[in-house]
T-cell receptor, first 113, second 113 residues
Framework: DTGVSQNPRHKITKRGQNVTFRCDPI?????LYWYRQTLGQGPEFLTY????????KSRLLSDRFSAERPKGSFSTLEIQRTEQGDSAMYLC???????????FGNGTRLTVT | KQEVTQIPAALSVPEGENLVLNCSFT??????LQWFRQDPGKGLTSLLL?????REQTSGRLNASLDKSSGRSTLYIAASQPGDSATYLC????????????FGKGTLLTVNP
């Protein structure tokens, strides 16, 4: 169990650029979540995958956000045409079942200038 | 829509004190509830998970209780230590086809030596 791995740890980008983050969950964890967290707030749900199927997506998520989990292993989160309001910590989590605790990665901190 | 509230937002105690953190949720039809710890700039670490059919869970100096009917959970920390200083978050799984966990904003705990 090497834990949930997220890359990069930090990303600074200019407004209007596209960015992509990667999450490698714990092997054999079929459930994968993306959350976003800003300072002083709890994590806000973005999307959920069960294996390769995206089963839930936040209604608050604009069309600029897209996530994939090909082959049900690693996942990517892409933000197109970034805005300053996208600056946040993006967290990935995985678990083997609904009755098991979530394991979080250390996140990717995005700064949009 | 499930909403989760944590009180107090911040708490400062001297080392050795026993303390209670509170979490309330608006929809009592939950699947489970989890308590997490978050250190600055890091991801979340799961502390305890309580299924909807359970009343409490214990791990070392931590005890979490759940009262579904009143929409409340408490996290009890015994004999607090400076290393317990962190933000504590609770999260609710509302069950069914709603897969996301809804988080509170957290309680920032400082344990002074």
């Amino acid at each position: 169990d090497t834990g949930v791995s997220q890359n990069p740890r930090h990303k600074i980008t200019k407004r209007g650029q596209n960015v992509t983050f990667r999450c490698d969950p714990i092997s054999e964890h079929n459930r994968l979540y993306w959350y976003r967290q800003t300072l002083g707030q709890g994590p806000e749900f973005l999307t959920y995958f069960q294996n390769e199927a995206q089963l839930e997506k936040s209604r608050l998520l604009s069309d600029r956000f897209s996530a994939e989990r090909p082959k049900g292993s690693f996942s990517t989160l892409e933000i197109q045409r970034t805005e300053q309001g996208d600056s946040a910590m993006y967290l990935c989590a995985s678990s083997p079942s609904r009755d098991s605790p979530l394991h979080f990665g250390n996140g990717t901190r995005l700064t949009v200038t | 829509k499930q909403e989760v509230t944590q009180i107090p937002a911040a708490l400062s105690v001297p080392e050795g004190e026993n303390l209670v953190l509170n979490c309330s949720f608006t929809d009592s039809a939950i699947y489970n509830l989890q308590w997490f710890r978050q250190d600055p700039g890091k991801g979340l670490t799961s502390l305890l998970l309580i299924q909807s059919s359970q009343r409490e869970q214990t791990s070392g100096r931590l005890n979490a209780s759940l009262d579904k009917s009143s929409g409340r959970s408490t996290l009890y920390i015994a004999a607090s230590q400076p290393g317990d200083s962190a933000t504590y978050l609770c999260a609710v799984d509302s069950g069914g086809s709603n897969y996301k966990l809804t988080f509170g904003k957290g309680t920032l705990l400082t344990v002074n030596p």
